[in-house]
């Protein structure tokens, strides 16, 4: 990702007749882009970790799938370009799948509170998340949504040391309902290190 990446303008947005003759291209290069930005964690959540790239793309397919026109831009900026990483973060969105609705609803029934025990261990240095705040997550009854979206602010010294190869990078949750972790690949921890300065 270019280091100056880090807003998407109206300016970056194509006409969606251009988008659409570029489309089926652009989505095979951002699934090879997303190959190593995602990341399993236990048995039903995966984390997507975003960067300027994919948000690029999933606002030119909202604005492709609802044809909102130019009244639909600014909204789509206004949601999406919060989750583009700003040089000292790392920003995912950690998607609970699970198939069966009656499962689904039991499990995220036991998960309220679970965007604030999401966790990026670096080296053994925990960072905890910081959710994103364009609404609550959790219901006043402890259910917890299915789609989360969390930023991991760095030390300048965590990020330097995210970026050094062979560094240990933990990802995980710490709710007394779903404690999992996992170690990401080397892989996936170059292809992150690329959003931090």
Same mark, same amino acid.
């Given at each position: 990702?270019?280091? /100056?990446?880090?807003?998407?303008?109206?300016?970056?947005?194509? =006409?969606?007749?251009?988008?659409?003759? $570029?489309?089926? @291209?652009?989505?095979?290069?951002?699934?090879? *882009?997303?190959?190593?930005?995602?990341?399993?964690?236990?048995?039903?959540?995966?984390?997507? +970790?975003?960067?300027?790239?994919?948000?690029?793309? &999933?606002?030119?397919?909202?604005?492709?799938?609802?044809?909102?026109?130019?009244? $639909?831009?600014?909204? @789509?900026? %206004?949601?999406?370009?919060?989750?583009?990483? &700003?040089?000292?973060?790392?920003?995912?969105?950690?998607? +609970?799948?699970?198939?069966?609705?009656?499962?689904?609803?039991?499990? *995220?029934?036991?998960?309220?509170?679970?965007?604030?025990? !999401?966790?990026?261990?670096?080296?053994?240095?925990?960072?905890? !998340?910081? =959710?994103?705040?364009?609404?609550?997550?959790?219901?006043?009854?402890?259910?917890?949504? %299915?789609?989360? +979206?969390?930023?991991?602010?760095?030390?300048?010294? /965590?990020?330097?040391? +995210?970026? /050094? =190869?062979? !560094?240990?990078?933990?990802?995980?949750?710490?709710?007394?309902?779903?404690?999992?972790?996992? $170690?990401?690949?080397?892989?996936?921890?170059?292809?992150? !290190?690329?959003?931090?300065?």
């Amino acid at each position: 990702m270019a280091r /100056q990446n880090r807003e998407i303008s109206r300016q970056d947005i194509l =006409p969606m007749d251009i988008y659409e003759s $570029q489309r089926k @291209e652009r989505r095979r290069d951002l699934v090879a *882009l997303k190959r190593n930005r995602r990341v399993e964690v236990g048995p039903v959540a995966t984390w997507y +970790f975003e960067n300027y790239e994919t948000m690029w793309n &999933q606002i030119h397919e909202m604005l492709y799938i609802e044809r909102g026109g130019e009244a $639909q831009i600014a909204d @789509e900026l %206004s949601a999406y370009n919060p989750l583009i990483p &700003q040089g000292r973060e790392l920003v995912a969105t950690v998607m +609970f799948e699970i198939d069966d609705a009656e499962r689904r609803k039991r499990l *995220l029934g036991k998960l309220g509170g679970i965007e604030l025990k !999401a966790f990026l261990r670096v080296n053994g240095e925990e960072v905890t !998340a910081r =959710p994103e705040e364009d609404v609550e997550r959790t219901t006043a009854d402890g259910k917890a949504s %299915s789609v989360h +979206f969390l930023h991991f602010d760095l030390t300048d010294t /965590q990020a330097t040391a +995210f970026k /050094q =190869p062979g !560094a240990e990078v933990i990802i995980g949750f710490s709710h007394p309902n779903y404690h999992h972790m996992t $170690q990401i690949s080397e892989e996936v921890r170059s292809a992150l !290190a690329q959003d931090l300065d």
